[in-house]
């Protein structure tokens, strides 16, 4: 929740693509947390990758 909590306090415009990279204990909970937020829209890397 720590985590989340400081990536809020970060000042990301609508426009701004965010890579955020954390361990797999972490990530599942951070996940969790982004997909419930109407602040964010998580889209999954590969499609980036390409």
Do not use: C, E, W
Request: glycine share 4%.
């Amino acid at each position: 929740m720590r985590i989340f909590a400081n990536f809020n306090k970060t000042a990301i415009s609508p426009v701004d693509k965010v890579l955020v990279l954390y361990g797999a204990s972490h990530v599942a909970f951070f996940n969790d947390f982004m997909k419930r937020s109407h602040k964010y829209n998580v889209k999954d890397i590969q499609g980036f990758l390409k």
